[in-house]
C-alpha cells in the first residue's frame, strides 16, 4: 500500500503564490503518471498537471504558464508550484500516481485545500 500525503494549501490574495507537495510512502522512480487533480464544490474533480514516465510534462489549458509541476526522487515528491493565482483556483487539490502501466495500483492523498481570495 503506498501512501500519499499533500501539503501547502492555505489562503492566499488572487495573483500570489503557493507550493504544494506530496510526499510518497515509496520510491517514485519509474512511476507511470504522477498527477496534481483539483475539485472546486459542485464540480467534478479534474486534471490540473501531470508528469508522465517520468519525463514529459502536461498541463490544463487553465494553469498553462502559471503552475509547475516537477518531482524529486531523491525525497519522494510530487510539488505543484502555483503562481499568479486566481480565485478560480479554488479549489481542494489531491495527489494521484498511478505505479505503471497494465493494471498496476493507483493511489490517491487526502487533498490539500487552495483558497484564492481577497
Known amino acids: 500500500q503506498v501512501q500519499l500525503v499533500e501539503s501547502g494549501g492555505g489562503l492566499v490574495q488572487p495573483g500570489g503564490s503557493l507550493n504544494l507537495s506530496c510526499v510518497v510512502s515509496k520510491s517514485i522512480i519509474g512511476f507511470a503518471l504522477m498527477e496534481w487533480y483539483r475539485q472546486a464544490p459542485g464540480k467534478q474533480r479534474t486534471l490540473v498537471a501531470r508528469?508522465?514516465?517520468?519525463?514529459?510534462?502536461e498541463y490544463a489549458e487553465s494553469v498553462k504558464g502559471r503552475f509547475t509541476i516537477s518531482t524529486d526522487n531523491a525525497k519522494n515528491t510530487v510539488d505543484l508550484q502555483m503562481g499568479n493565482l486566481k480565485p478560480d483556483d479554488t479549489a481542494v487539490y489531491f495527489c494521484h500516481i498511478l505505479e505503471g502501466w497494465g493494471g498496476f495500483a493507483d493511489y490517491w492523498g487526502q487533498g490539500t485545500q487552495v483558497t484564492v481570495s481577497s
Open positions: 508528469v508522465i514516465n517520468g519525463r514529459t510534462r
